[in-house]
T-cell receptor
Framework: SQQGEEDPQALSIQEGENATMNCSYKTSINNLQWYRQNSGRGLVHLILIRSNEREKHSGRLRVTLDTSKKSSSLLITASRAADTASYFCATDLTANNDMRFGAGTRLTVKP | ETGVTQSPTHLIKTRGQQVTLRCSSQSGHNTVSWYQQALGQGPQFIFQYYREEENGRGNFPPRFSGLQFPNYSSELNVNALELDDSALYLC?????????????FGPGTRLTVL
């Protein structure tokens, strides 16, 4: 079963705007990761945030983690048409060291 | 490019047949995980191999089995194929150390079961 749930399921914005995607999960985690996928191809790792971290940045990406609310957010600033893709959060469960993915947010950035 | 390769790219099988999918891990990685991704869904964890031993399994029946070889390449075998096995199968390699489980995914094998 999938542990994470992304919100919204789909998001459409104009180039230059910011995009925010949220992820909620159910059990305690070791870390949470965000991935990007283009058109049913392989996933590309974006950023990993450990359970004892609250915020991480990587280029135009900002990820926050609130373990008390079991939620995370991914912010993409100054979006580009090339950011159009599906974005998934994945939780690394403490016990089994396996990754559980949500159903993803489909982001469309219009030029 | 992640350095993780998978073969074949596409595969068509009929119900009841068996299939073997292959994955070559990124150099230096000791762990490989396999995922099934149905259309419009997120990947679902099948199992993980660490140093040639199964190191965790998701909610998949025993007809899904795997192997990891000394060179850290891997196979996913599925017996008695069912229509619902049609999906994109992804492998991901990583180097497990201190809880940092950043994974690098291959491009996937798209399996169609008729």
């Amino acid at each position: 079963s999938q542990q994470g749930e992304e919100d919204p399921q789909a998001l459409s914005i104009q180039e230059g705007e910011n995009a925010t995607m949220n992820c909620s999960y159910k059990t305690s985690i070791n870390n949470l990761q965000w991935y990007r996928q283009n058109s049913g191809r392989g996933l590309v790792h974006l950023i990993l945030i450990r359970s004892n971290e609250r915020e991480k940045h990587s280029g135009r990406l900002r990820v926050t983690l609130d373990t008390s609310k079991k939620s995370s957010s991914l912010l993409i600033t100054a979006s580009r048409a090339a950011d159009t893709a599906s974005y998934f959060c994945a939780t690394d469960l403490t016990a089994n060291n396996d990754m559980r993915f949500g159903a993803g947010t489909r982001l469309t950035v219009k030029p | 490019e992640t350095g993780v390769t998978q073969s074949p790219t596409h595969l068509i099988k009929t119900r009841g047949q068996q299939v073997t999918l292959r994955c070559s891990s990124q150099s230096g990685h000791n762990t490989v995980s396999w995922y099934q991704q149905a259309l419009g869904q997120g990947p679902q964890f099948i199992f993980q191999y660490y140093r040639e031993e199964e190191n965790g399994r998701g909610n998949f029946p025993p007809r899904f089995s795997g192997l990891q070889f000394p060179n850290y390449s891997s196979e996913l075998n599925v017996n008695a194929l069912e229509l619902d096995d049609s999906a994109l199968y992804l492998c991901a390699s990583s180097f497990i150390a201190g809880g940092n489980n950043e994974q690098f995914f291959g491009p996937g094998t798209r399996l169609t079961v008729l």
